[in-house]
């Protein structure tokens, strides 16, 4: 089957990981194929940074909904010569062999080369059964591991500025939807916030990503692009078949939302002012070339005072939904032990912790788990993530 190439986001890939997909140059030349191990190269390097294509219907989204219509037919009782036919690359003979299920990082990476291709498209096709789509898939892996999810996404958006606006956009989902359940929204609310968060800066994530990679301030006409984006997104948005008027008015409104409680706003401005709050306290998590991420008690703060000081509803229900050092943040503990939070604790200052570094400084071979409702293991401190000079074993921390 013929399909598009797609470019991969920079810091998809690794050295040392296993190709889940063949990859293309540019011009459609095959540079390595599926199951080959990535070995330290010059070419891998910069492939690393960015400059691979892979085939549209090699990801996970495609073979997901490939699977999906095999397996429908097959409960219809469709006859096995008419299934061959529907789809040529199945074969009763010689089917392939399953692909093995990405792990937790490598599925993230799909579904952020995914979710910035839909919003980069100029003029979609089925826009919104994709979001759809997209959206789901998200929350299906929210709902299975919430805390190493947070961890995941939180953890690696401190680390890099590229592709901000994709991994901003899914962070956002995932905090809009914890959120929406602390509060007990309506399930329509729950769902316009959803796709507000994934579509709030829909049409300047190009914009944004450049300013997330330069070291200077914001040029006047960034300033003014970025100024009217909320606006010029729920335009795009109602041209692309969203009707739904909560999410469009939570998109246009999302930096107007101005302080006070929740119960007197609309609907609209009600799920703006959630989103204002959650897409500063990510956005405060996330480096920029000119900046580095807050801690996370430090963006927990941001978003608990709103603009006059004053404890803001919506940033408290943030902090009550992920704590005041969410999972994926940097913490010094009592015994001087220095690690990151893998999961929400029984109140909001007093997760688990994995201690990565020693009392001495030197890393620990593994991580290891901390209460921090004892006083030996209290956090004493929220570092930035450039504090940690440490290469973090992800893989390992998904394991407790």
């Given at each position: ?113 995914h979710v910035r291709s839909l919003l980069r498209e100029a003029e979609p096709h089925d826009f919104a ?236 071979s593994n991580p290891v788990p901390r209460d921090t409702r004892l006083a030996a293991q209290a956090i004493t401190a929220s570092l930035a993530p450039a ?14």
């Open positions: 089957m013929a399909s598009d190439l797609i470019p991969l986001p920079a810091r998809t890939l690794r050295v040392g990981m296993t190709l889940p997909y063949d990859l293309f140059d540019a011009g459609g030349q095959l540079l390595f194929a599926r199951g080959q191990v990535l070995r330290d190269s010059p070419l891998v390097r910069g492939l690393v940074e960015g400059g691979a294509w892979v085939q549209s219907d090699a990801t996970m989204e495609y073979q997901r909904a490939l699977a999906h219509r095999l397996d429908t037919l097959v409960m219809q009782d469709v006859p096995l010569a008419d299934i061959a036919k529907a789809d040529g690359s199945f074969r009763l003979e010689q089917q392939a062999p399953a692909k093995p299920e990405l792990g937790p990082r490598e599925a993230w990476s799909d579904l952020l080369l059964g994709r979001l759809a789509q997209l959206r789901d898939t998200a929350l299906k892996r929210l709902n299975a591991q919430p805390d190493a999810t947070l961890m995941l996404l939180i953890f690696e958006s401190s680390q890099a500025f590229e592709d901000y606006s994709a991994r901003h956009g899914l962070l956002a989902l995932l905090l809009c939807d914890l959120v929406a359940r602390q509060l007990s929204l309506a399930p329509e609310l729950r769902e316009a916030l959803q796709g507000a968060a994934l579509t709030m800066n829909y049409g300047a994530g190009d914009t944004q990503d450049r300013l997330a990679a330069q070291a200077g301030p914001a040029t006047q006409a960034q300033r003014q692009s970025l100024s009217l984006h909320g606006e010029q997104a729920a335009g795009r948005l109602a041209s692309a078949g969203i009707t739904n008027e909560a999410w469009l008015t939570a998109v246009r409104l999302h930096h107007e939302a101005g302080p006070g409680p929740l119960a007197p706003r609309g609907p609209g401005e009600m799920l703006a002012r959630l989103l204002q709050r959650i897409d500063l306290f990510g956005a405060r998590l996330s480096p920029r070339r000119s900046r580095k991420a807050m801690s996370g008690a430090a963006a927990a703060r941001a978003v608990f005072l709103d603009e006059l000081g004053q404890p803001d509803e919506a940033g408290a229900a943030l902090i009550k939904t992920v704590g005041l050092y969410p999972p994926g943040s940097i913490v010094r503990l009592a015994n001087g032990e220095v690690g990151i939070v893998f999961k929400r604790g029984y109140s909001a200052n007093e997760p688990l912790v994995a201690a990565l570094l020693g009392k001495s400084g030197s890393p620990l504090e940690l000079k440490l290469r973090v074993n992800l893989d390992a921390l998904l394991r407790l």
